[in-house]
């Protein structure tokens, strides 16, 4: 059985899927702008835009997000995507970062971090990199 529309492999990854009765279902696009997703023109635009320095408030790899507090002590947290964090190291809650901001689409009144870099990791937290497996609960990083 086909389906009445089709959608690009791209969208269909970076949208949730809404159904309103069984046998119907839309898909509602994302507005959090991925780095795959993200236009070149805002790409460049965070390039070329300050650097920013900040602690990490939360971030759950599972999810694939977290928050940032900015040292400035100005704002709101900043959110944070997967896909923006560069390294080897999963950022922990009290990881120090530097980080570039974007505009989060489509009213364009949150920021973003993109860039994010972590600068120094918070001592006496248990650390793993990126390619180490997802833990599935908290017991399997306590040490035995």
């Not at 059985?1 to 696009?29: K, V």
């Not at 999810?63 to 100005?74: E, L, S, V, Y």
Request: aromatic share 6%; hydrophobic share 30%; net charge neutral.
């Amino acid at each position: 059985m086909s389906q009445p529309y089709d959608i690009p492999e791209t969208q269909a990854i970076n949208s949730a899927q809404i159904s309103d009765s069984p046998g119907r279902a839309f898909l509602i696009p994302s507005p959090i702008p991925t780095r795959r997703t993200r236009t070149k023109s805002m790409s460049e635009r965070a390039a070329e835009g300050p650097t920013h320095k900040g602690t990490v408030k939360f971030f759950c790899r599972q999810r694939g997000h977290g928050f940032i507090h900015p040292d400035d002590g100005h704002g709101e947290d900043i959110f944070v995507h997967i896909s923006d964090v560069e390294g080897e190291w999963v950022p922990k809650e009290g990881d120090q970062v530097t980080y570039k901001t974007v505009l989060i689409p489509p009213k364009n009144e949150k920021l973003q971090a993109v860039h994010v870099v972590i600068t120094h990791l918070k001592p006496g937290v248990l650390h793993e990199r990126w390619d180490s497996p997802v833990p599935t609960s908290p017991e399997k990083f306590s040490p035995q």
